[in-house]
């Protein structure tokens, strides 16, 4: 089961897809390549919308493509995905959370590093 955390609430909620092509009923999201899909629509939108507070966020599933560019010129905030099995403990799947955020803040570290270094060594030229 997939679960994503809030970045503004905290607030953990797993995963699912009533429909986007046509309305089913709420199945349990799956992970893939691109990153979360549905086992009837397919791969759907990297976005959520917490329940709680009602922030649109982009969804990160480590090992995913995940276009870091866009986020950093949107600055859009950003909701780590991570699978834990279905029941697992809050503490369980936070910390799971945590490591994906880690992981995201490395890849988006690195990103903007790169972007900073390039962009310096093209005005010096």
Known sequence: MLYAGCSV???VVPLRCCGLMFPHFPLDA???P???????????????????????QRLY??????PIAAVQAQSQRVAPV??????AS????KTLLAQ??????TEFGS?????????FLAGGS
């Open 111 to 119: 990103a903007a590093a790169k972007g900073l270094v390039n962009a």
């Open 30 to 32: 799956i992970q893939t």
């Open 100 to 105: 994906s955020a880690k992981s995201f803040a």
């Open 9 to 11: 609430c905290q607030q």
């Open 34 to 56: 691109f990153g979360v899909g549905c086992m009837v629509c397919g791969v759907a939108p990297p976005v959520f919308t917490c329940m709680t507070c009602f922030t649109l």
């Open 90 to 93: 809050d503490s369980t799947v």
């Open 82 to 87: 991570v699978q834990a099995p279905a029941g």
């Open 61 to 66: 599933v480590p090992g995913a493509q995940f």
